[in-house]
């Protein structure tokens, strides 16, 4: 279809933290598949892991269980500090069945129709659902009726939220990105998240964490809310927890751990034996290559890097991020500046218009951290001086 506009770019080999196009051209991979490819291109310990298992089972469905699924859910309960665990195939998937699991909370409360707080600029998927849960009109552009049972209010603003309460009396959860990815790649004041918990708790709400980007590691912690020293009820991730191979997962803590009953949900292919086994493979990997104190470590000298050779550049508004969740904010609208990266042999990403966004893999070394914030601030003061 039509969904994805031209695209230019033909890449047919990866390793490490480069790939390749069908010209030969190599690149250095800074927006790793958009978050999902945080140990690089065909890591050899998921590669390994793939290639066992499909030699052993692919899939056998939920019917029956599944050892490595089971292997995965301990250690993610044992590492987020959740209670249980539903597998999916993607971002999406996952916060499907967070709001189906805020809705069930609000049926037991006999709500009509419960209410879900969403943040503006948030972006939580493309299903009928998620896509109403996102705060991006462009993204919800006829596609009418749209489900209702969502509310939104301004990111990194709990007043607003708290002020929402006394109106609603059948809101049930707050669901939100610890960093907006998407959105550009906004990091909301430190204590955020603590606000977040303790309105949730006052409330008798849901704090439920979109984690799909800002997770698995990427944030300097394995979920960002490690950050804060909290649990939320719910929390999302998708993108690295493969590092390639589609899988996603919604885990619950507490009273939202047991709103599923047997039958009320349910995938295919959610949590398959070659999934998990991508999945167990990346979180070895994560601890035993000390790659999630790597990615905090390199982030600092990203931002730091950035900040110095962009200092003076008028039309850069902010440098921010959390970990490898870097965004340069420019004051004007910079697709252009993918483009001339591509050129220069990096590829990059722009989001929300006017956001150059680095996600590059947590194996990033040294060197070429520095290259890519040299390259970027060159880009960008090039850009910024032949537009203005
Ligand atoms: C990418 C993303 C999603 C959607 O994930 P898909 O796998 O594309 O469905 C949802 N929330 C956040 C924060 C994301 O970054």
């Known amino acids: 279809m039509q969904n994805y506009g031209d695209r ?68 993610l309960v044992y590492l987020s500090g959740m209670d249980n665990v539903f597998f999916s195939n993607s971002g999406a998937e996952a916060n499907e069945a967070a709001i189906k699991l805020a809705r069930r909370l609000g049926n037991e409360r006999g709500y009509a129709v419960p209410k879900i707080v969403v943040m503006e600029g948030a972006f939580h998927g493309r299903t009928l659902a998620t896509l109403t849960a996102t705060g991006n009109e462009k993204v919800q552009q006829g596609f009418a009726p749209l489900p209702e049972g969502f509310l939104r209010a301004p990111f990194d603003d709990p007043d607003a939220i708290n002020q929402l309460a006394a109106e609603h009396p059948d809101i049930v959860a707050v669901l939100v990105e610890p960093v907006q990815g998407e959105g550009g790649i906004r990091v909301p004041a430190h204590d955020y998240l603590n606000r977040l918990r303790n309105l949730c708790d006052k409330h008798d709400w849901l704090l439920m964490l979109d984690e799909i980007q800002t997770g698995n590691g990427r944030s300097g912690k394995l979920f960002a809310y490690q950050h804060n020293d909290i649990l939320p009820d719910v929390v999302t991730t998708a993108k690295g927890l493969g590092n390639g191979v589609p899988i996603g997962a919604c885990l619950a803590r507490g009273k939202a751990a047991r709103l599923f009953t047997a039958g009320s949900h349910g995938s295919t292919f959610g949590g398959n034996p070659l999934a998990c086994r991508a999945a167990l493979a990346v ?61 220069e042999g990096i590829l990059i990403n722009v989001t929300a218009g006017n956001v150059v966004r680095l996600l590059p893999p947590l194996t990033l070394t040294d060197d070429e951290c520095a290259r890519i914030a040299e390259t970027v601030s060159t880009l960008i003061q090039r850009f910024t001086r032949s537009a203005a």
Do not use: F
């Not at 921010?320 to 697709?335: E, H, Q, S, Y």
């Open 283 to 343: 979180l070895d990997t994560l601890e035993n290559q000390w790659l999630i104190e790597r990615a905090e470590k390199l982030g600092a000298r990203l931002l730091q890097q950035l900040r110095q050779q962009l200092a003076g550049c008028d039309a850069v508004v902010d440098i921010r991020g959390l970990g490898l969740l870097v965004g340069v904010a420019l004051d004007r609208p910079c697709g252009e500046i993918v483009e001339m990266a591509r050129a």
């Open 8 to 75: 230019t770019l033909t890449l047919v080999r990866g390793e490490g933290n480069y790939v390749w196009d069908d010209a030969g051209q190599r690149y250095l991979d800074a927006i790793a598949g958009i978050a999902v490819c945080g140990l690089g291109h065909c890591h050899p310990a998921v590669t390994e892991a793939l290639h066992d298992q499909a030699r052993t089972l692919l899939h056998v469905s939920n019917l029956y269980n599944i050892p490595a699924q089971e292997q995965l859910a301990d250690r």
